[in-house]
C-alpha cells in the first residue's frame, strides 16, 4: 500500500513512524551489547560500575586468595582523596587485586600522628584482609607493572627510594609498604610517639630489622621517579615539622616496647562511602596522648 504512486501525508506520516521505532530499537540493541562489553573490559578506569567488578571477582580465582587492607591516615584532605580513592580502587581492580579502602580520619587536636593512625587502620581492618598497604593519600602509581600482591616472604615496598619523587635514602621505607598483617604483628606495629611530621618510617625500619625480616623493593621498573604522582602541594599543604622540647632528641630514638600494645584511640564512627564509584570505610578517629611521655602531641 506504501509504495503506491499517490503518498498521501497518512502514508508518509506512517512512513515515519515506522523508521523512527526502528531505530529505537536498533539504538537499543547496540547500547545493550557495548555496556556489557565494557563490564568485562579490563580498561577499568573507564567503567562506570567499579563496585559491581569487584564484588564479581569474589567467585574468580584469577584474582587470587589474598585481600588487601589500603589503609590511608588522613586528615582534612579531602581534594587529594577526592583523586585517591577511584583512582586506586580502578588501578588495583585492573591487576586483579582484591582489596578494601580504609581512610582513618583523625578528629583530636592532636598534632597528626601517621603511624597511630596506620596502627587504628590495622586494628579496624577486620578478619577478611590477610595483608596491608599503609598508603600516603598524596602518592598515586602511574607504572601499572608495580606489585601490589600479597609478599609472602617480607615487606614489599613499593615506593622505593629509586622510585619515589622525593626521598631516595637507602632505608627510607615511606609513601607506600606493604606487608602481611603476620608480619605487622611481629614489629608491634608502629611506634605512637611520633606526633607531627616523619620520622615515624625510620623507626619502623629499625622495626623491621629487629624482627628479622627481609625488606623486599620493585625490580624491572624503568619509569624512575616518574613512576609515581606527587599530588601534595606545600605552598598550599605545609608540613607540620616543629621540634617542640623534648622531641628533638627523642626522635631519633627506637621505641623498644610502644605500638599495637600501647595504642590508645576512640572510634567516632564508621562511614561507608562512594567517591566517583569507588567504595571506600571512613573510620573517624580520636586518639589519645600521655603527656607524660609525649608532651609535643601539642603544638605548643
Known amino acids: 500500500i506504501f509504495l503506491s504512486r499517490k503518498c498521501t501525508v497518512w502514508k508518509l506520516f506512517g512512513l515515519c ?23 568485562g573490559s579490563s580498561h577499568l578506569p573507564h567503567q562506570p560500575c567499579p563496585v559491581e567488578r569487584q564484588s564479581s571477582s569474589a567467585d574468580d580465582p584469577s584474582w ?4 588487601m587492607a589500603l589503609i590511608v591516615p588522613f586528615r582534612e584532605r579531602f581534594e587529594e582523596l577526592l583523586v585517591f580513592v577511584p583512582y586506586m580502587h580502578a588501578f588495583l581492580n585492573k591487576k586483579k587485586i582484591r582489596h578494601k579502602i580504609f ?3 583523625q578528629l583530636d587536636h592532636f598534632r597528626f600522628n601517621r ?5 587504628v587502620g590495622f586494628m579496624e581492618s577486620g578478619n577478611d584482609t590477610d595483608y596491608i598497604a599503609m598508603h600516603d593519600v598524596d602518592l598515586l602509581p602511574q607504572n601499572e607493572d608495580l606489585d601490589y600482591g600479597f609478599s609472602k616472604e617480607g615487606p614489599f615496598h613499593v615506593a622505593s627510594p629509586e622510585l619515589h619523587p622525593l626521598y631516595h635514602y637507602k632505608t627510607y621505607v615511606g609513601g607506600i609498604l606493604l606487608l602481611s598483617k603476620k608480619h605487622y604483628q611481629l614489629c608491634n606495629g608502629m611506634s605512637n610517639r611520633f606526633w607531627g611530621w616523619g620520622r615515624e618510617d625510620d623507626e619502623f625500619f629499625r622495626r623491621l630489622k629487629t624482627a628479622d625480616l627481609k625488606l623486599f623493593r620493585p625490580t624491572g621498573i624503568t619509569t624512575g621517579t616518574k613512576t609515581f604522582r606527587h599530588i601534595h602541594d606545600p605552598g598550599w599543604r605545609k608540613r607540620d615539622q616543629k621540634r ?18 600501647n595504642l590508645r584511640y576512640k572510634v567516632e564512627s ?7 564509584g569507588a567504595p571506600c570505610t571512613v573510620i573517624n578517629t580520636f586518639l589519645e596522648c600521655d603527656l ?4 609535643w602531641c601539642q603544638s605548643s
Open 17 to 39: 513512524m515506522l523508521f523512527v521505532l526502528g531505530s529505537l530499537l536498533w539504538v537499543q540493541l547496540t547500547c545493550s551489547g557495548d555496556m556489557s562489553q565494557t563490564v
Open 64 to 67: 587470587g586468595p589474598h585481600k
Open 103 to 105: 581512610i582513618v580520619n
Open 115 to 119: 603511624a597511630s593512625l596506620i596502627n
Open 244 to 261: 617542640i622540647a623534648a622531641q628533638k632528641q627523642e626522635q631519633f630514638k627506637v621505641d623498644p616496647e610502644g605500638g599495637l600494645t
Open 270 to 276: 564508621r562511614q561507608e562511602v562512594t567517591i566517583s
Open 292 to 295: 607524660s611521655l609525649t608532651p
